[in-house]
């Protein structure tokens, strides 16, 4: 065998005061490490909220459940073609002549009974634009978040049925 297959050992002789500065490098460097676990484990606020106990309060702008007060719906349908994933099913007749004139709260004559409203919000993408385009203010987002369901069917909501109408006390501000 030739001298370049050698492989040389190098010894290296630990002192005793070297082991104990190993020691006391090894117990500082752990310590130090333990005390910024510890400060973000004991000295830093949750992130999280205990949900459903307490719940998140929304900014007054955000863009979660729709909702259209259908007594002051004029059946415009500007809402339903401004809607770029036609999720927003709207029909309506028009007023008889005899039929007492109503008007909505901001005092636009409503000329024609709908007879339809609903919005299916397993298609709608919360964009906003229906709810610019609304001359009378009447379609908006709201600030619920909670309306999860089972079931795509029954995300669907009919905003004539007594049970959503039912909602008008708890989000319209009049």
Known sequence: MSSQHNHATVSHELSLGQYFDNIKTAVITTF???????????????VTIEYPEVKEELPEISRSRLYNDAENCISCLQCASACPVDCIYISANRRATDAPALKTKDGTAIKLDLTMYT???????YCGL?????????????????????????????????????????????
Request: net charge positive.
């Open 32 to 46: 130090k490490g333990m005390m910024i676990t510890l400060k973000y484990v004991y000295g830093v606020r949750p």
């Open 130 to 174: 229906c709810t610019t385009v609304c001359p009378t203010s009447c379609l908006t987002h709201t600030t619920d978040y909670e309306y999860a369901s089972y079931t795509v069917d029954q995300m669907k909501y009919d905003y004539l049925a007594p049970e959503v109408r039912a909602w008008r006390t708890r989000i319209v501000k009049d």
């Open 119 to 125: 919005i299916d919000t397993a298609l709608c993408c």
